[in-house]
């Protein structure tokens, strides 16, 4: 029996290397043509091919990772990786570009030709989807905020400055995509233009030929899509000129039955198909059943369609850059950030690690894919370790922060983007702090902005928090928050003379869909504080971006006694000291409360107790031998300890 099994096991292992790999498959007689919807099916270059794909953005995953992450996408038996293009990453000032060498905090996630070249290189087809609206659960959509600033931009349509910045920016990218598409020898086989238009509440086909006609004025010759729910009908599409394709998460049969009778006699395929969803803060972990989405995805393989999973592999939100929701409402009263990680319960988590999902899909795409490629062995898992406690050896206080910025004088509000700074950009993440100075508060004396937040205030007198901390997802209805309108606090119960007040608005992410249009964060046009009765109106702005260049240079660091750490915002610095084991791991952030962590100058991303996530990945290449700097900005009541994990934490408490 041993070697019988074995001889079976030497023929499988020899059929397997005989097998092409997909570039030779359908490249290997020279390159004619890409991928074509002329008939009922795909075909590539001629030859017939179901698309079996799955999303990981390059922007959420450590660049290091890439090969890691592709290699495992190709391992499960997919042939595609799908990714979107934020252009507020490779677009972070107004004309200032940056696609891997050009000096942004998130410099290094924005090879783009890096990750394309990498996915050939690792037997993959590519389909982008530039935008230039992604939502994504990504900050304002991937929008720059910067084109908050000009109040005639009226994104999403053909209005004219509007499309003056999309044009310059897509003639730009579309060039680098240009070089990479298939018919070039590259992986780009297809490219959408724009996303989910069809939800869009005010529809505007000139903005979408517009798109399209940059778009081939660029040289791109690829098979060019829009993706939108199957109830949009043709609203956010050009038939004829654009293939059509749905998002769905179920009931397969309904969804193509109507896309089938919206594109009679093309190809099927779901463009987002979901094997898991996204969380907000306080929501309780999304996840999908295994049994549930295995139907979901047999349904479709077997209709039979082609489909992109989405995600495939979540990854991170990254620093200041994670989206959120608003549903019905544009005043900012529903809204919902989303949390740092974007696991999305995926095929592949967070770290990279396999689920019991990955299983489904490589043992599914075996079964239905006609088409017998080499598929390398998925690779190991990269090694993950919870590091010892550090305890805290410094701190600054909200006042110590303060006077490292500058400050900027007016004599009315401006909202976060409004302000005079990044080459007149204007701020686009972060906190702003509008101070009053040499003020006298009798007791019992009440604060009033008008309007609602966005997102988050925290008030301060003489850099002493006065506002509550937050103790539960309750305080979420209370002052403090967003979803209060026109917050009132009482400042103090005795008289005040000459102090300072401190008003601190975060930004905890532009919304990237629903009513998500009008993003200005801090203090807008439509709010009034008023002290009493009296409005307050001459402000010292001090922007706090935590960028690199301000965190790497952080000094002053008072010591820290046991104890000894007070209430209210302030920072909070640990050194890990390593030597060559330097692995992945978790930072386990459950006994802070709400605020965000910073390593080695890299905001790293936000957390909060309120949950579901309690922990913040930190990828080891992040980390160095010697000393790593792990600062926090705690809003309210710091941990003794920064302490890790293994493995990432989800709960609601």
Not at 174 to 201: D, H, M, R
Not at 366 to 383: D, I
Not at 454 to 460: P, S
């Amino acid at each position: 029996m041993y070697n019988i099994l074995t001889f079976h096991f030497v023929l499988a292992f020899a059929s397997c290397a005989d097998l092409p790999t997909l570039y030779e498959y359908y490249t290997g007689d020279g390159v004619t043509s890409g991928l074509s919807v002329d008939q009922p099916y795909f075909t590539l270059n001629g030859k017939n091919i179901t698309i079996y794909s799955g999303a990981m953005h390059y922007f959420r995953i450590p660049p290091q990772h890439w090969r890691d992450r592709l290699r495992k996408l190709r391992a499960a038996g997919l042939n595609t990786v799908e990714t979107y293009i934020p252009w507020n990453l490779h677009e972070p000032r107004n004309g200032s570009f940056d696609f891997g060498s050009g000096g942004s905090d998130m410099e290094m996630f924005l090879d783009l030709e890096g990750y394309l070249t990498a996915a050939q290189e690792e037997d993959l087809l590519v389909i982008v989807r530039p935008g230039p609206y992604i939502c994504a659960e990504w900050e304002w959509g991937g929008y720059p905020s910067w084109l908050l600033r000009d109040e005639n931009v009226k994104i999403r349509t053909a209005e004219a400055t509007y499309m003056e910045y999309v044009e310059r920016y897509f003639n730009t990218l579309l060039p680098i995509l240009a070089k990479y598409q298939f018919t070039n020898g590259g992986p780009i086989v297809a490219v959408q233009v724009e996303n989910e238009y069809g939800y869009s509440p005010e529809i505007d086909k000139e903005y979408l030929q517009q798109l399209y006609d940059i778009v081939k004025n660029n040289d791109i010759v690829e098979l060019l899509v829009t993706s939108d729910g199957a109830s949009s009908g043709t609203s956010g599409t050009l038939p004829g000129l654009l293939f059509q394709t749905v998002n769905f998460g179920g009931d397969a049969a309904t969804v193509f039955g109507i896309l089938e009778g919206l594109q009679p006699g093309k190809p099927l395929m779901g463009m987002e198909f979901y094997p898991g969803w996204l969380d907000h803060w306080t929501d309780v972990h999304h996840t999908v059943t295994d049994n549930d989405f295995k139907n979901n995805y047999e349904d479709v393989l077997s209709y039979p369609a082609s489909v992109n999973l989405y995600m495939f592999h979540g990854g991170t939100n990254w620093g200041f850059l994670n989206g959120a929701s608003i549903e019905s409402s544009d005043d900012n009263s529903e809204f919902e950030p989303c949390t740092t990680s974007y696991d999305y319960d995926a095929p592949l988590t967070e770290a990279g690690d396999y689920t019991s999902k990955y299983d489904i899909i490589k043992e599914l795409v075996a079964q239905y894919n006609p088409v017998q490629t080499l598929t390398p062995e998925p690779p190991a898992l990269v090694e993950r370790q919870a590091y010892p406690d550090l305890p805290i050896d410094g701190q600054l206080s909200f006042n110590d922060i303060v006077s490292k910025t500058t400050s900027i004088p007016s004599t009315m509000i401006l909202s976060m983007e409004q302000l005079p700074i990044n080459d007149n950009s204007g701020q686009s993440y972060g906190y702003s702090v509008y101070r009053q100075e040499g003020l006298n508060i009798t007791a019992d004396s009440t604060l009033t902005i008008t309007g609602h937040i966005r997102d988050t205030v925290m008030i301060l007198i003489d850099g002493v928090l006065i506002s509550n901390p937050l103790s539960s997802s309750d305080d979420l209805n209370n002052f403090g928050y967003w979803r209060l309108d026109n917050s009132t606090i009482t400042l103090t119960t005795s008289d005040l003379t000459e102090v300072t007040l401190d008003i601190v608005i975060e930004n905890w992410g532009r919304a990237n869909g629903g009513l998500f249009y009008h993003q200005l964060k801090g203090l807008m046009d439509d709010n009034h504080v008023y002290l009493n009765d009296q409005e307050l109106t001459y402000w010292l702005i001090y922007p706090l971006e935590f960028k690199k260049s301000f965190n790497n240079e952080l000094s002053g660091w008072n010591s820290v006694e046991d104890g000894d750490l007070p209430k209210g915002p302030g920072l909070y610095r640990a050194t890990l000291t390593l030597s060559d084991d330097i692995t992945d791991t978790f930072i386990d952030m459950s006994e802070w409360n709400k605020g965000l962590v910073i390593v080695n100058g890299f905001v790293l991303g936000k957390y909060a107790f309120i949950g579901p996530q309690q922990t913040l990945y930190l990828p080891g290449p992040f980390l160095q031998p010697g000393n790593n700097e792990i600062i926090i900005f705690e809003h309210f009541k710091p941990a003794s300890a920064v302490k890790f994990s293994k493995d990432t934490i989800f709960n609601t408490p």
